[in-house]
């Protein structure tokens, strides 16, 4: 059974920065593509990014690079998500997700993430920004 595991989250000024981590238990992580999405209150659900088995990164949509830098450690079974300059309308919950699919590609950032295959998701970790 796969276990996806957030933390990290927490109370971030506007500004500041934060790291969120995602581990993986049970699968062949360094084969799979992983990524992060968000919810916030009252809000759809929203991609932010994804890693794939090879490194390749997508964003979604590729304006998150501002502020956004998704990035994995293999040895640790781990993505992170790093937030720069996180404004007030980042506040969400996040989640990560887990793709089922050997060597998977990631979502194209037109298609939004995550897609049916990220299959293994978690309890995500909440991140407030305050003003």
């Known amino acids: 059974q796969v276990q996806v595991t957030e933390t990290g989250g927490g109370l971030v000024q506007a500004g500041g920065s934060l790291r969120l981590s995602c581990t993986v238990a049970?699968?062949?992580?360094?084969?799979?593509?992983m990524g992060w999405y968000r919810q916030a209150p009252g809000k759809e659900r929203e991609g932010v990014a994804c890693?794939?088995?090879?490194?390749?990164?997508?964003y979604y949509p590729e304006s998150m690079t501002e502020r956004f830098t998704i990035s994995r450690d293999n040895s640790k079974k781990t993505i992170y998500l790093d937030m720069n300059n996180p404004k007030a309308e980042d506040t969400a919950m996040y989640y990560c997700?887990?793709?089922?699919?050997?060597?998977?590609?990631?979502?194209?950032?037109?298609?939004?993430?995550?897609?049916?295959?990220?299959?293994?998701r978690g309890q995500g970790t909440q991140v407030t920004v305050s003003s």
């Open positions: 997700a887990a793709s089922s699919i050997f060597r998977g590609d990631c979502p194209p950032a037109t298609n939004g993430f995550p897609s049916t295959e990220f299959r293994s």
């Open positions: 049970g699968l062949t992580f360094h084969s799979v593509a």
């Open positions: 890693i794939d088995w090879s490194n390749d990164v997508t």
